[in-house]
């Protein structure tokens, strides 16, 4: 396992942008697939976004080119970048690894939309 540490999460208004990051202590960082997910009180987790090792990436199809994933391999940081934000995204947003045994998790960050 490797230890994941989420910041940046917050309140905002309908329409507006948050930037979540992620910090991993990895030494192999460079080559674990990352992601980003996300969970509602009572209802299932949910994938927004995945970056492997050669920057492909994948998104929920609720994302509908809201959001864009990314990461800094020197840094080993993975970040989210969120626009247009919707009352439905309010959630909390997990950092995630499943390149590791067991797969790692950080503790979350809230992001909640709401005017």
């Known amino acids: 396992q490797v230890q994941l540490v989420e910041s940046g999460g917050g309140l905002v208004q309908p329409g507006g942008s948050l930037s979540l990051s992620c910090a991993a202590s990895a030494d192999n960082f460079e080559i674990l697939p990352m992601n980003w997910y996300r969970q509602v009180p009572g209802k299932h987790q949910e994938l927004v976004a995945t970056?492997?090792?050669?920057?492909?990436?994948l998104y929920g199809s609720f994302v509908r080119d809201r959001f864009t994933i990314s990461r800094d391999n020197t840094k080993r940081t993975v970040s989210l970048q969120m626009n247009s934000l919707e009352p439905e995204d309010t959630a909390v947003y997990y950092c995630n690894t499943m390149g590791t045994v067991p797969p790692s998790w950080g503790q979350g960050v809230q992001v909640t939309v709401s005017s």
């Open positions: 970056i492997f090792f050669n920057n492909g990436t």
